[in-house]
């Protein structure tokens, strides 16, 4: 009963290191995203995909690159991370024909950039 | 593009008291707005959505109303308890054909008083 698993949940980096932040879904649904929240400004999309081997931008994909091998694997990279990368970031998926809404998030990542 | 605003930031309320948290958004085009809540340490989770052909949903303690012309909607809960603390979140939705992305308000802190 996982559901959709991030991994790590806590992280501090130095300005100008590079990660990746892992999703995982067991639900076989098409549909990844990966949000970042920030206090006061709720949920800004920053990548989707539709299904493995097909990824798009959201709104804030700047810094920041995904790939979609597997169904069940939506990792997020960033690449000399700065600091205006602080904050938490949360997977989400869901299935194909279900309504835009119903999505199944993870528990978060919270990203820190020293 | 599609913009929503969300009032009050944080709500502070007695224990059986009601609680209404208002949204706004800009694109006429949305036709779908869900509402989430997000407990401490957790990912947001739909609680209950309407489209833009119905003007009221219930599901129990918890309604949602929408005025397309004035392009706002609420979110009401009745007869609060302590376990609805959390921070909810609206969100529009434009339709699949003109992109069918999520657009999130900036979150409610709700508190419940016992």
């Known amino acids: 009963n996982a559901g959709v698993t991030q991994t790590p949940k806590f992280r501090i980096l130095k300005i100008g290191q590079s990660m990746t932040l892992q999703c995982t879904q067991d639900m076989n649904h098409n549909y990844m995203y990966w949000y970042r929240q920030d206090p006061g400004m709720g949920l800004k999309l920053i990548y989707y995909s539709v299904g493995a081997g097909i990824t798009d931008k959201g709104e804030v994909p700047n810094g920041y690159n995904v790939s979609r091998s597997t169904t069940e694997d939506f990792p997020l990279r960033l690449e000399l991370a700065a600091p205006s990368q602080t904050s938490v970031y949360f997977c989400?998926?869901?299935?194909?024909?279900?309504?835009?809404?119903?999505?199944?998030f993870g528990e978060g990542s919270r990203l820190t950039v020293l | 593009g599609e913009n929503v605003e969300q009032h009050p930031s944080t709500l502070s309320v007695q224990e059986g008291d009601s609680a209404v948290i208002k949204c706004t958004y800009s694109d006429s085009a949305s036709n779908y707005f869900p509402w989430y809540k997000q407990e401490l340490g957790k990912g947001p989770q739909l609680i209950i959505d309407i489209r833009s052909n119905v003007g009221e949903k219930k599901d129990q303690r918890i309604a949602v109303t929408l005025n397309k012309t004035a392009k706002h909607f609420s979110l009401h809960i009745t007869e609060t308890q302590p376990e609805d603390s959390a921070v909810y979140f609206c969100?529009?939705?434009?339709?699949?054909?003109?992109?069918?992305?999520?657009?999130f308000g900036q979150g409610t802190e709700l508190s419940v008083k016992p």
């Open positions: 989400a998926s869901r299935i194909q024909g279900a309504t835009a809404g119903e999505l199944f």
């Open positions: 969100a529009a939705s434009t339709p699949r054909n003109q992109g069918g992305k999520l657009i």
